[in-house]
């Protein structure tokens, strides 16, 4: 949540900014008032339902969904699934995660290197997204 609120503050200085100069107005001086946007339901809903960190300890196991993301398996028998920012096209569900991180949390923005199983070569990275909940289609 932190990493959001980060985000949206920065987005507000941006505006704030940047829309008396677009406009000609010119801001009152010892103004310390922060105008911030508001947020659409539909924002607002994505917002709620996804998490930036998991820990790393509540990890069980993992799958690669080709070209779409990466699911983590978690204690409780729950399942989120990570969309990367970046390189989400190059999952292949052949290859293995290789993941570095200097605390015990596993967070949005986190690089992940992917290797191919049989040879063990580097074949790129991936910038993680945000965590979602992870409903698997029903099979037929």
Same mark, same amino acid.
């Given at each position: ?21 677009a406009?000609g ?17 539909a924002?607002?809903? @994505?917002?709620?339902? +996804?998490?930036?960190?998991? =820990?790393? &300890?509540? *990890?069980?196991? /993992? ?19 990570? @969309?990367?920012r970046? +390189?989400?096209?190059?999952? =292949?569900? &052949?290859? *293995?995660?290789? /993941?570095r ?18 040879p063990?070569?580097?074949? +790129? ?6 965590f ?9």
């Open positions: 949540m932190s990493y959001l609120l980060t985000l949206l503050s920065t987005l507000a200085l941006l505006v704030a900014a940047i829309a008396p100069a406009v107005a010119t801001e009152p001086t010892g103004s310390n008032l922060l105008f911030v946007p508001p947020v659409s339901d924002a607002a809903e @994505r917002i709620a339902t +996804g998490t930036s960190c998991i =820990a790393l &300890h509540r *990890i069980r196991s /993992t799958r690669i969904i080709a070209g779409e993301g990466i699911v983590y398996q978690m204690t409780g028998h729950k399942a989120l699934i990570n @969309r990367p970046h +390189g989400g096209a190059r999952l =292949a569900r &052949h290859q *293995i995660l290789i /993941t991180t200097s605390g015990s949390w596993l967070c949005a923005g986190d690089i992940v290197h992917l290797a191919d199983s049989l063990g070569i580097t074949t +790129g990275a991936i910038a993680l997204g945000h979602e909940a992870y409903h698997p289609a029903p099979t037929r």
